[in-house]
């Protein structure tokens, strides 16, 4: 059964690493939470905090303290195993540099997740078809990454990540490999994924980006520096004294 009320919810999220004697806070005390079938942008430039953001949200990493909850389940204690399972289960991930396996086709990246779940071969192929018709591949589903273009290589990753129906789409700088045109065939397709009711969150450095998406959420220092419309994030827009400042910038 779906859980009820947002699909993610953080509170007062902590994330501390000890390096070289010093603790590092990459995360200090960050709060919002994410509706389902929303679209939002994590913006933030080398030692924000987003990277580490990404590997909590994606489950592969833990928070120190506070509270993320995906879909119902609460994160914090869950062992290695647990997280495995989590993550198979409820999110899709996209990646800059594609992440697919040079000797198999486009049908066998997207059928891979399938293997892990135990799906039966033919009901595999069947979703696997079924992901890479959604972005447009269906005429290019029996050539190896090689044979396409770097758009075609990320469409692929893309129908790998919904192939499964997860809860959330989790996109790391998913344009960050690509010229600006192929880019924008790309957010386009997000664009057509949202639109659709899939949960997505892009993570990014890129402001334009960001734009993009309905929601923004900019990181600064490992607190949440903005929480509002992309459109106004992306533009550099000033905001109102006090407003989107700190933890819990928006409920």
């Not at 990277?51 to 909850?69: F, I």
């Not at 990753?157 to 129906?165: C, N, P, Q, S, T």
Request: one cysteine or more.
């Amino acid at each position: 059964m779906e859980a009820q009320g947002p699909l993610i919810v953080v509170e007062n999220l902590h994330r501390h690493y000890v390096v070289g004697g010093e603790t590092v806070r990459a995360l200090n005390g960050v709060s919002f939470s994410i509706a389902r079938g929303e679209w939002v942008g994590i913006i933030g430039q080398s030692g924000s905090g987003k990277s580490t953001l990404m590997n909590v949200l994606g489950c592969l990493d833990t928070p120190t303290s506070g509270t993320y909850r995906l879909n119902g389940s609460d994160v914090k204690g869950l062992g290695d195993n647990q997280l495995a399972d989590l993550r198979n289960k409820e999110i899709g991930f996209v990646f800059q540099t594609f992440q697919l396996l040079p000797r198999a086709t486009a049908l066998g990246n997207v059928m891979l997740p399938l293997v892990y779940r135990g799906v039966a071969k033919r009901a595999r192929r069947q979703q696997a078809e079924k992901a890479l018709a959604s972005v447009g591949l269906t005429q290019r589903m029996h050539h190896k990454p090689n044979e396409l273009s770097g758009g075609q290589r990320q469409r692929v990753a893309i129908a790998r990540a919904l192939v499964g129906a997860p809860s959330i789409l989790l996109a790391d700088e998913p344009t960050g490999n690509l010229d600006s045109a192929t880019g924008e065939e790309i957010i386009k397709l997000f664009q057509e994924l949202h639109a659709k009711g899939h949960t997505i969150v892009l993570v990014t450095h890129e402001p334009k980006l960001a734009a993009r998406c309905p929601r923004a959420i900019r990181l600064m220092d490992g607190k949440v520096l903005f929480d509002g419309p992309g459109s106004v994030e992306g533009n550099g827009s000033p905001l109102p004294r006090g407003e989107g400042q700190g933890e819990g910038a928006r409920p």
